[in-house]
Structure formats: C-alpha cells, structure tokens
C-alpha cells in the first residue's frame, strides 16, 4: 500500500542552527514527491517537489530536499533556520488510484525554533 | 490575486444539523478537493472532482456531501450523520487530475468546524 512516515512529530532547533526533516515513502512505481508548509490556522503552501531528473531539489524560503531512491526517502533541508520557519511540515507522494491521481500526506512535523 | 477563497473561518454545528462550507477558485483549475486534517493525522481526504457535475468519494466521505455545479466553486455539507465533524477543513485545486506531475494541489486557508 501506499504511505508516507514522517518519523518525527516536533522537532525543536535553534536559530541559525541546520534542520533535517525525515521522510519516507512507500510506493511501487516512480514516485512524485512533494513537501508543504502549513503557518498555524493556515492552509499548506508548497515548498518543493520532485519529479524526475536531479535527485536534489531547490525550493522556495532557501529550502532543498534530496531524493534517494535506495532509502525510499525524500528528507527536507535547510542550512540555517529562521524563527519564521516555525510551522508544521508535510511530505507528500503523488499516486494513482482508482483511476485519478492523489496525494498522500504523511502526519506532518512540527517544528519549533528557538531564539 | 488568484487563489482559493474558503468560508468561513470559523463555523459551529449544532447537534442535528448539516452545515456547508464555502470553497470558491479563480485559478481556472479542473480539479478541487476537500481534506479533513485532525492533528498527528495529516491530511485525509474526503471528495474530489476532476470536472463540473462530477465528483467521487475519498478516503473518508460517509458523512458528507459535495456539488460540483461550476467550475469554480466546490462546497461540501458536513451532514448530521458525521458524528464527529470537530476539525480543520481545507479544500484544495489542481490543474489538471489527469497528469501526476500536474497535479499540484493548491491550498486554501481553511475552515475551523467546531461541534456546539
């Protein structure tokens, strides 16, 4: 079946300090892989996706993820956080079933920063 | 400004009641969604519609009720047979369901349903 784990549900980092949200995926064919951003009370925002070609992707907000097929992972990076960053984040796979495509979320992570 | 206009923001349901959320796009997509988002749960979804006058059942759809009358507008009923509406509602658009790598879903801001 089709999933997606976010192994970690909060994480806290300080600011300026590098970030590494985990995902992982499980899905038989290619995959179409996508992370948002949710600010609170909001809807979800796109930061990246990954289709084919590069398997390291740039996003939006000096974002990049990493595609590695061999760990069925699609982790979300980010050198240096800004208090800004402080939001819930969701990886998602691009799938089809019962004919139409559709994406599934893992739980999210939320990250906190501190000053 | 394009984009998804949800409404309300905040809505409280009596017991026994049905009550319809509002979600409107002016991006010219195809295709419209609605998700249930509970927290340490994700996103799951409940109806799509790929086009006008065409919708099927998601993950989770007992309970609820859509139309799709026009391209732009995609509301769902929170029915009194959904015995526990109490969530964060997003509805989402894609340009076009037939492709993967076009559907890029995009959200609106969302709409508390709140049980009184």
């Known amino acids: 079946a089709q999933s997606v784990t976010q192994p970690d549900i909060h994480i806290t980092v300080s600011e300026g300090a590098s970030l590494e949200l985990r995902c992982n995926y499980s899905?038989?064919?290619?995959?179409?892989l996508f992370w948002y951003v949710q600010s609170p009370g909001q809807g979800l925002q796109l930061l990246l996706k990954y289709f084919s070609g590069d398997t390291l992707v740039q996003g939006i907000k000096g974002f990049e993820a990493e595609f590695k097929r061999s760990q069925s992972s699609f982790n979300l990076r980010k050198p240096s956080v800004h208090w800004s960053d402080a939001a819930e984040y969701f990886c998602a796979v691009g799938a089809i079933s019962g004919g139409y495509n559709k994406l599934i979320f893992g739980a999210g992570t939320r990250l906190a920063v501190h000053p | 400004d394009g984009g998804i206009t949800q409404s309300p923001k905040y809505l409280f349901r009596k017991e026994g009641q049905n009550v319809t959320l509002s979600c409107e796009q002016n991006l010219n997509h195809d295709a419209m969604y609605w998700y249930r988002q509970d927290p340490g749960q994700g996103l799951r979804l409940i109806y799509y519609?790929?086009?006008?006058?065409?919708?099927q059942k998601g993950d989770i759809a007992e309970g609820y009720s859509v139309s799709r009358e026009k391209k732009e507008s995609f509301p769902l009923t929170v029915t009194s047979a959904q015995k526990n509406p109490t969530a964060f509602y997003l509805c989402?658009?894609?340009?076009?369901?037939?492709?993967?790598?076009?559907?890029?879903?995009?959200f609106g801001a969302g709409t508390r349903l709140s049980v009184l």
């Open positions: 519609s790929q086009i006008v006058n065409d919708f």
């Open positions: 989402a658009s894609s340009i076009d369901p037939g492709a993967v790598a076009k559907n890029i879903q995009y």
């Open positions: 899905y038989g064919a290619t995959p179409y």
